[in-house]
């Protein structure tokens, strides 16, 4: 239908949090890390939100400088 939103799912090879922000900026509604999570155990979430969170806090200062 016409209006309707798409839920766009970027999947394959991502295992950083560079690597999320960088599909969630190109569009993807979901950045999924199955195969990250299952070679990086079960840290690989809270380090990929550390390093998303940093990047930003980097880019914040950048900015203001």
Same mark, same amino acid.
């Given at each position: 239908?016409?209006?309707?939103?798409?839920?766009?799912?970027?999947? %394959?090879?991502? +295992?950083?949090?560079?690597?999320?922000?960088?599909? /969630?900026? &190109?569009?993807?509604?979901?950045?999924?890390?199955?195969?990250?999570?299952?070679?990086? %155990?079960?840290? +690989?979430?809270?380090?990929?939100?550390?390093?998303? /969170?940093? &990047?930003?806090?980097?880019?914040?200062?950048?900015?203001?400088?």
């Amino acid at each position: 239908h016409k209006g309707d939103r798409k839920v766009i799912f970027a999947t %394959g090879g991502i +295992t950083t949090g560079a690597q999320a922000q960088q599909v /969630l900026d &190109a569009g993807a509604s979901v950045a999924m890390v199955y195969t990250a999570l299952v070679y990086g %155990g079960v840290g +690989t979430v809270t380090r990929m939100k550390s390093e998303m /969170l940093e &990047a930003r806090r980097r880019g914040r200062e950048e900015r203001v400088r």
